[in-house]
């Protein structure tokens, strides 16, 4: 495809309209003019941007985040600690294909990955299915809704005797999702897909329809990855910002009298917060290995490891800027099969044990996987679309890249890294021109908004429960799961789990300082979600333990009924904090008529010597037990239940919103600044 060609496919293919959000690397948000202080790529991926107008057969550079290996940040203000592996040096033994060499095999990758990713399009994926229903390791697509089973969803609302007539505004508001600007149809009662297009409904973007061998419509709707990594912001859709909008544990409540198998899994709770998810809840799947069985020791600690509870779901713009990937860097970010872990068609999650059928089901993932991610990888970060100062964010990008948080007159309690300036970008990377092309910061300006830096528990602080549950016993036996690349282990690059004490060596654990491109679009914050806004990250003593984001407002005729959304909309958008607004919530204390409240709505379990008890039971079984946080959960029946999942409790079991406190000794004038600034990134 000539650069001509390519050009004007970019403009009609939504993945790559996605992509003008920022395209250009001079691109400045906020600002009148670049300067060298203020200038952002917008992230995505550098070798996508090198491309850009040149022609297919043009030679590649090499892939920025190859050069971080042992050695690069030493002496330097921004700090790694976390190192690339190439997981496909031999693509003979990973039965995968190698990386591209040129910009023209990059693109068709991407186009390859936009069908899969791309709802409405002819080839795309769908969850637990990959892109074609009828095949026996997907189950012949029993992790799809039937038509019939979507268009009755209703029958589960509290309060509709019929269907609504705006029901496809109420699915998307219901289950936490946004409509994309493409065409993603599904088929109304009685029409059939085939004679329709696809259907005269639309789908909003954590579902989609997918297409038969033949490509015809199928009928049969599946759950897609912007179900957790596609959100909302400014009102409109944020692709691949991670979203805090969805609640796929409601849904799974929802299909349960519809007969929809995979509702069995609302059993293991996905969340018990709206807008977070348990996909970290990766021991599960590493009890089944590649090959033979794992040893009886192995496997008896990961029934032990317990569950990571919630998490918030990370930018998939940042990962062309991160070697590693997840909280904690468990994985290499060239290792796809775990990012694509819920496209694999079903058998293919257990190991061995399925013999053909699940070995089927690993070679969709092999044959999809490098494409996914090279159009994840791809992405932009959104432009910041409010009024920015300049002349701050000039002061703020100065303090951001230099303040030292150590420094002897700030007194800091909390431990020093042992690495790095002191600055926020000593962890989070360097972004501004003025230090990206300074040697003492970066040892090459290709690393330009690169973080690579696990920063300690010690140091760090922050909610540990991801950390305790992700164990060594988790960890070795990852390194036999088919997610864990076990053909590379004891290789240079074995591209298994990378916090195994025989590869992290005398790195301690903690967890990992993302790139911040885009990061006004990605609220809340921390690992768990537990903070709206960045000025609490950076103010912690102003942190509340209970807090509500605003929700949109219900039709005038559906009040009281209708289960609406958060407000994605500037206007329930905190400009000065960056972030969401939200309500304070009181606590409830034990009473006589009601000794154990609302799990939601528990104040501080050590406030009562009953509850201490009781708190610690659970935690214990919690941190413990395989799936008992999971199975042991409040049952979601009214509408009242459904609203209290909204209400985000740091009370709760990997909830804390605690940690990050070394920016405690930020003058407020300073953090006004630095805020200033990350609205550019």
């Given at each position: 495809m000539s650069s001509k060609q390519y050009r004007a496919r970019a403009r009609v293919r939504r993945a790559s309209t996605f992509l003008i959000l920022g395209l250009s690397a001079g691109l400045v948000t906020g600002a009148d003019a670049a300067t060298d202080l203020i200038k952002s790529s917008r992230g995505g991926s550098q070798q996508w941007d090198y491309c850009y107008g040149k022609s297919d057969a043009t030679l590649l550079p090499a892939d920025?985040?190859?050069?971080?290996?042992?050695?690069?940040?030493?002496?330097?203000?921004?700090a790694f600690n976390a190192f690339w592996k190439d997981c496909h040096t031999d693509p003979v033994a990973v039965q995968e294909a190698g990386h591209p060499k040129t910009c023209g095999e990059l693109r068709q990758r991407f186009y390859r990955g936009d069908g899969l990713l791309d709802t409405g399009?002819?080839?795309?994926?769908?969850?637990?299915?990959g892109n074609d229903p009828t095949t026996v390791e997907s189950l012949f697509g029993s992790a799809t809704l039937t038509a019939a089973q979507y268009n009755s969803l209703w029958i589960s609302w509290d309060g509709f005797l019929v269907r609504p007539d705006n029901f496809d505004d109420l699915v998307a508001e219901r289950y936490g999702s946004v409509f994309g600007p493409g065409r993603n149809p599904y088929p109304k009662p009685l029409e059939d897909p085939n004679r329709t297009n696809g259907g005269t409904g639309r789908l909003p973007e954590m579902f989609t329809q997918l297409r038969n061998p033949d490509g015809s419509w199928s009928g049969r709707i599946g759950i897609t990855c912007h179900a957790c990594h596609s959100g909302g912001a400014n009102g409109v859709l944020a692709p691949g910002g991670g979203s805090s909008l969805q609640d796929l544990h409601l849904l799974l409540r929802d299909a349960v009298p519809l007969g929809y198998l995979?509702?069995?899994?609302?059993?293991?709770?996905?969340?018990?917060?709206r807008g977070t998810n348990n996909a970290s809840d990766i021991n599960l799947a590493f009890l089944f290995p590649d090959q033979g069985l794992i040893p009886i020791s192995t496997a008896l600690g990961v029934i032990a490891s317990g569950s990571t509870a919630s998490m918030d779901t990370p930018a998939w713009w940042n990962m062309g800027h991160r070697p590693v990937k997840f909280v904690d860097g468990v994985f290499p970010m060239d290792a796809p099969r775990v990012d694509m872990v819920f496209y694999t068609p079903a058998f293919g999650l257990f190991g061995s044990l399925g013999g053909p059928v699940s070995e089927a089901g690993q070679d969709w993932m092999r044959a999809h996987g490098p494409d996914a991610n090279t159009w994840v990888e791809a992405l932009k970060a959104p432009v910041y679309p409010g009024t920015i100062d300049t002349a701050l964010a000039e002061q703020g990008a100065v303090l951001f890249h230099t303040l030292n948080l150590w420094a002897s007159n700030r007194n800091n309690p909390v431990p020093k890294p042992a690495e790095g300036n002191g600055s926020c970008a000593s962890c989070h990377g360097a972004y501004a021109p003025r230090y990206v092309n300074d040697p003492t910061f970066l040892a090459t300006p290709t690393l330009e908004g690169m973080a690579a830096y696990i920063t300690p528990q010690r140091i760090i602080q922050t909610d540990i429960v991801r950390q305790q549950t992700n164990n060594e016993a988790v960890q070795v036996a990852g390194a036999s799961n088919f997610f864990g690349y076990p053909t590379t282990a004891g290789t240079a690059n074995d591209c298994g789990p990378q916090n195994r004490s025989d590869l992290r060596g005398n790195r301690e654990l903690g967890y990992l300082a993302?790139?911040?491109?885009?990061?006004?679009?990605?609220?809340?914050?921390?690992?768990?979600?537990?903070?709206?806004?960045i000025w609490e990250v950076l103010k912690p003593s102003d942190r509340k333990p209970l807090w509500k984001r605003k929700s949109k407002t219900p039709r005038w005729d559906q009040t009281g009924r209708a289960i609406m959304g958060y407000d994605t909309s500037m206007a329930a958008f905190d400009t000065a904090k960056v972030g969401w607004k939200y309500d304070v919530i009181q606590c409830q204390n034990p009473s006589i008529l009601n000794p154990l409240p609302s799990p939601y709505l528990r104040c501080d379990p050590n406030d009562d010597l009953l509850l201490s008890w009781y708190n610690a039971l659970l935690t214990n079984l919690y941190g413990n037990v395989?799936?008992?946080?999971?199975?042991?959960?409040?049952?979601?029946?009214?509408?009242?239940?459904?609203?209290?999942?909204?209400?985000?409790?740091?009370?709760?079991?990997?909830q804390g919103n605690g940690g990050h406190t070394f920016n405690s000794v930020l003058t407020d004038t300073e953090r006004k600044a630095i805020i200033e600034y990350l609205k550019t990134l």
């Open positions: 920025p985040r190859s050069l971080v290996q042992p050695g690069i940040g030493t002496g330097r203000a921004v399009s002819s080839t795309v994926a769908a969850l637990f299915t995979p509702s069995l899994a609302s059993l293991a709770n996905l969340t018990r917060t993302p790139p911040l491109y885009g990061v006004w679009a990605t609220a809340p914050y921390m690992h768990n979600g537990s903070v709206p806004n395989i799936l008992a946080w999971n199975v042991l959960f409040p049952p979601t029946i009214t509408n009242t239940d459904i609203e209290n999942r909204k209400i985000f409790n740091a009370y709760m079991f990997g």
